[in-house]
T-cell receptor, first 114, second 112 residues
């Protein structure tokens, strides 16, 4: 399968714990995006990378959130000291910098904070 | 605050009918307007997209109508099929970063 891969697909954690999600983009895509989606809402932009450089972070990304994309390949999104409000689907998408604008989304990582 | 407002929240249509979803935006810098389709348990997938230099784009049974002066655009699904039952999101972005701002979504149910 050559699509965007996200792991784990589901994560249940207790409040205060740290969690990390991984995204493997389509191999030739140099842009990688993280979005958050809550029930009944559209995805909300969190951050994006061009190669290894993090170009923009949303105000939604508090200091408990950190994203990395070492070597411009896979990316990780870490949430420290999780809160119940962090419960959501975390979506990763990738694209080519110069293309039609199509973002290819993974199936998401669902986080439940108890 | 949501930069793209979408309506209705949900709709039910009979097989063969027309589904119409509307979106409105405020940021005049937006110049790329895609629609994404999402099935339960899956990530969104691009359905069709339009740029503001055209007023309409058709791909198969799916048509986007775009009204730049009104800052509105809509998706029409013709001859709706049960397989079209999904959640549809309109979105907008500025050319270059493709940092999409999504609407809240419309759940479409097509009854056989």
């Amino acid at each position: 399968d050559t699509g965007v891969s996200q792991n784990p697909r589901h994560k249940i954690t207790k409040r205060g714990q740290n969690v990390t999600f991984r995204c493997d983009p389509i191999s030739e895509h140099n842009r990688l995006y993280w979005y958050r989606q809550t029930l009944g809402q559209g995805p909300e932009f969190l951050t994006y990378f061009q190669n290894e450089a993090q170009l923009e972070k949303s105000r939604l990304l508090s200091d408990r959130f950190s994203a990395e994309r070492p070597k411009g390949s896979f990316s990780t999104l870490e949430i420290q000291r999780t809160e119940q409000g962090d419960s959501a689907m975390y979506l990763c998408a990738s694209s080519l910098q110069v293309n039609t604008g199509e973002l290819f989304f993974g199936e998401g990582s669902r986080l439940t904070v108890l | 605050q949501q930069q793209v407002k979408q309506s209705p929240q949900s709709l039910i249509v009979q097989k063969g009918g027309i589904s119409i979803i509307n979106c409105a935006y405020e940021n005049t810098a937006f110049d790329y307007f895609p629609w994404y389709q999402q099935f339960p348990g899956k990530g969104p997938a691009l359905l069709i997209a339009i740029r503001p230099d055209v007023s309409e784009k058709k791909e198969g049974r799916f048509t986007i109508s775009f009204n730049k002066s009104a800052k509105q655009f809509s998706l029409h699904i013709m001859d709706s099929q049960p397989g079209d039952s999904a959640t549809y999101f309109c979105a907008a972005s500025i050319r270059g970063d493709y940092k999409l701002s999504f609407g809240a979504g419309t759940t479409v149910t097509v009854r056989a």
